[in-house]
Structures are given as C-alpha cells and as structure tokens.
Nanobody, 123 residues
Framework: QVQLMESGGGSVQAGGSLRLSCAGS????????MAWFRQAPGKEREGVVI???????SYADSVNGRFTVSKDNAKNTLFLQMNSLRPEDSAMYYC?????????????????WGQGTQVTVSS
C-alpha cells in the first residue's frame, strides 16, 4: 500500500520561506503523478502544483513564480520550496498521488494522501 508523509511545515512571517517534503513508499514519487494541495479553514481544498509522471509541471496561478517543486528520485521524495510567502498561503498542505502518470487538478483524481503539514504565515 502506497504511503505518503509530509514534513517541513511551520510558522513564518510574510516574505519568508519554507520547504515541504513528501516521502513516498516504493517508487511512487518517481513514476506516478504527484501533487501538492492545500486547504485553509473554511475553504475548499485547492491544487498548488501537479507533477506528471513524465516530469511535466504545472503551478496554480496563485503560487507561480514563488513556489518550486522538485524531486529526489533516489530518496523517493517530493519537495515544495515556498518563497515570498503570504498570509493567504496559510493552510494545511497535503501531497497526493494516484495510480496514473497523468495528473488532474481535481482532488478526486488522487487515491493516496499524506496526513498534511501545517503552514502558517503571519503578516
């Protein structure tokens, strides 16, 4: 059974940076679609970045230019470098995967989720 575990969340001031990690079991991170989602209190879960199995990457407009996703295939780990953080970036961040190489921005596409890591950005 595929498992994902996020880490790296925390509290920072606006303009600061955080680096999230998502460690996967097996070869999930290297082969299949991976994504980062986030959910703030009272809001719907939204996609942050999707990483296709062939390496294609798409960012949400709200984070494009500030967030960067990367992989360490040897460690089967997905990273999310978040710079120039804003209070509106505050949310629980989740990594997710599915059994397909193609991604989708709908959270219903994803079958396996991590437990989440909290990011809080103060103004």
């Amino acid at each position: 059974q595929v498992q994902l575990m996020e880490s790296g969340g925390g509290s920072v001031q606006a303009g600061g940076s955080l680096r999230l990690s998502c460690a996967g079991s097996g070869n999930t991170v290297t082969v299949f679609c991976m994504a980062w989602f986030r959910q703030a209190p009272g809001k719907e879960r939204e996609g942050v970045v999707i990483v296709e199995g062939d390496g294609g990457i798409s960012y949400a407009d709200s984070v494009n230019g500030r967030f960067t996703v990367s992989k360490d295939n040897a460690k089967n780990t997905l990273f999310l470098q978040m710079n120039s953080l804003r209070p509106e970036d505050s949310a629980m961040y989740y990594c997710a995967t599915t059994t397909f190489k193609r991604c989708n921005w709908s959270d219903g596409w994803y079958k396996t989720w991590g437990q989440g890591t909290q990011v809080t950005v103060s103004s």
